[in-house]
């Protein structure tokens, strides 16, 4: 994996933007096209922003580039996080597969949407219709006791336990005073809990993204799939100047600032803590430019478990038929040993076959 290069601070939103639609193209076919999408529109949004919203946006743009590009130079745990946001297990994407999760089927027939009505024209008689009206209720405490007895590992969401998929057990009938709680505050504390359930979820994908993130976990595609494209092209070498100003060893040493600041912030970008991010060189280690902290060299093993670990936090469901109910698959890795080699098979030449275990009789009473 290539070094990053040193980018000067942007200075207008075209120069950050062109850099970020570039350092997107090394990531792994899969998780490209969420992230080029992302970049677009947030550019789209704020175009038209005035001067000072615009001086922030950059900013944050360029620590965004930093990011990305230290996660393609070897930063696992950078590009982990960028992995989660393509498949949804944080950010903008996963608020949408949440809106998606419990927002209401729209009533296929006359018998469903003149149920609806009633049950809308009941509870409008009574209070006011408010955001959990409009929620899905049931499919969502499906969902997330499917996702209790899935117990993720490595989630970046708080774990969600059984007890609290059952809200409406936990508001209580009186108050502190012993007197009957008022529909108001139920309501409140009602609205409170299904919304840090839905907080803690993490939302389905759609079927045919799941299977394509299992095949690749589990390596079931075949080897001329585009997704099998591990490795990002060579990046292209540093434009020099004929003057000779960019070839190292050429730069003057600045030793005002040595001598008026600390020795340790002017070789903060240097350090090998923020070499991935910043790209600096260090030339004043005798033995040479050392090695960043934490760079990895991605491989396709590499590839194959992170996303595994990606695919064991994502979950499909779907309808069963003649609406009885939701069915929930999560992504699940099936551990299969490795077969031994031509030199260790003497090992089990003669080890006896495993024979089949009987179910154990019961006794009688």
């Given amino acids: 994996m290539s070094r990053p290069l040193r980018i000067p601070h942007p200075t ?13 193209s090394y990531l792994i076919p899969i998780a490209r096209p ?8 947030r550019f ?26 230290a996660a393609n130079a070897g930063d696992m745990a950078r590009m982990r996080r960028v992995l989660l946001r393509a498949f949804g297990r944080v950010g903008r994407r996963r608020r949408e597969l949440m809106a998606d999760l419990v927002r209401r089927e729209t009533p296929a027939n006359t018998e469903e949407l003149a149920k609806y009505a009633a049950e809308t024209s009941a509870i409008a008689a009574e209070r006011k219709l408010d955001w959990l009206d409009r929620w899905d209720v049931d499919k969502l405490r499906t969902f997330a006791r499917s996702q209790v007895e899935a117990n993720l590992i490595n989630s970046p969401k708080p774990p969600l336990t059984a007890p609290q998929t059952s809200p409406q057990k936990h508001i209580p009938a009186e108050n502190s005073w012993g007197r009957p709680l008022p529909r108001r505050l139920a309501r409140t504390k009602l609205k409170k809990l299904w919304k840090m359930v ?28 585009q997704d099998l494209r591990w490795l990002p092209p060579p990046r292209r070498p540093v434009a020099q100047s004929r003057s000779g100003d960019d070839v190292p060893g050429s730069r003057i040493w600045d030793w005002r600032s040595y001598v008026v600041k600390p020795v340790a912030r002017v070789d903060r970008q240097a350090n090998r803590r923020n070499k991935l991010l910043s790209g600096a060189v260090d030339d004043n280690t005798p033995t040479g430019d050392p090695e960043p902290l934490g760079c990895h060299k991605y491989t396709a093993r590499s590839w194959r478990r992170m996303l595994e670990s990606i695919w064991q936090l994502t979950a499909t469901m779907e309808k069963k038929p003649q609406g009885q109910g939701w069915k929930v698959v999560w992504g699940k890795a099936s551990f299969q040993p490795t077969a031994a080699s031509a030199e260790n098979m ?16 019961k006794r009688r009473s």
Wanted: with cysteine; aromatic share 6%.
């Fill in 12 to 24: 207008t939103p075209l120069h950050v933007y062109r850099h970020l639609l570039r350092e997107a």
């Fill in 34 to 41: 969420f992230v080029d999408e992302q970049i677009k529109a």
């Fill in 44 to 69: 789209r949004k704020h175009r038209d922003d005035d001067a000072e919203k615009s001086r922030q946006r950059l900013r944050q743009a360029h620590h965004e580039l930093r990011a990305l590009r």
């Fill in 198 to 225: 839905a907080d803690k979820c993490m939302p389905p994908l759609p079927k045919e993204e799941w299977e394509r993130l299992g095949g690749l976990a589990e390596g079931r595609l075949q080897a001329q799939e």
């Fill in 346 to 361: 003497e090992f089990f030449t003669d080890f006896p076959a495993v024979q089949e275990l009987q179910p154990p009789r």
